[in-house]
């Protein structure tokens, strides 16, 4: 997709809104990834046109157009206002995201702690963290923040705050779901087809205290045979 160019070869109206990051982008011909086009190189100003879940169409300077994943790409700081004595506005404040990882730590702190004290056990336990995410990172002035809504990490050094990296790729989850616990094996007098209960009896050997042969050694054929049977051939008639 293009767009319209100026006399020197450029979109006349081109204002760059973001920059590649300095590893470059892929890009794709529309919000679909079996559609990969001309990557974008590092740094390169770019204008963000629309976004779409992940997915963000920037136009080029030469106007040419494509999808990227919106969520890499570095937005270009703002001037400050000229009037009305208002300080510049943060692209993202860290807040919201301090407080949902403070809330997801104090849940899984509670949750450990009624599995230590025993109120519950460790099905209950698993039930109770399941879907939860939580990152924060501490270190002076910066700080690092999962935000599990996008699946991205942000970095915040105390002036502004950015995409630091994703979990997935545009338009995919951006985190797997945990498994479920798989589940316990059936009682041993218990049909696993739902049925009657059945009772498993013995094997022969163990019933009469046959040894079994050791791994690798011949069994001995004169001592390796069946228990003997007492048959009873009274006769009825009393012959």
């Not at 009305?84 to 301090?98: K, T």
Request: hydrophobic fraction near 30%.
């Amino acid at each position: 997709m293009t767009s319209p160019l100026g006399p020197g070869g450029e979109v006349a109206d081109f204002q760059p809104t973001h920059v590649v990051p300095q590893e470059g982008l892929p890009a794709w011909e529309g919000p679909d990834v079996t559609r990969p086009t001309v990557p974008l190189d590092p740094f390169l100003p770019v204008q963000l046109l629309s976004r779409r879940g992940e997915w963000g169409e920037v136009l080029c300077a030469n106007g040419w157009s494509a999808w990227v994943d919106g969520r890499l790409l570095v937005a270009v700081p703002q001037p400050p206002p000229t009037a009305g004595g208002r300080p510049p506005v943060r692209s993202e404040d860290p807040r919201p995201l301090l407080t949902r990882g403070s809330e997801a730590l104090e849940r899984y702190r509670r949750a450990v702690d009624e599995l230590a004290s025993g109120r519950i056990d460790a099905d209950a336990f698993r039930r109770s963290v399941r879907g939860l995410r939580a990152g924060v990172v501490i270190d002076g002035e910066s700080v690092w923040l999962y935000d599990e809504k996008s699946g991205r990490w942000l970095y915040d050094d105390g002036d502004r705050m950015t995409t630091y990296a994703v979990v997935a790729g545009p338009g995919g989850p951006s985190a797997p779901e945990p498994a479920p616990p798989p589940a316990p094996p059936p009682p041993a007098d218990t049909d696993p087809g739902g049925g009657a209960a059945v009772r498993r009896e013995p094997p022969p050997t163990d019933a009469v205290g046959v040894p079994r042969e050791a791994p690798g050694k011949q069994p001995d054929r004169a001592a390796a045979h069946d228990p003997t049977r007492i048959v009873d051939t009274h006769d009825p008639g009393g012959g």
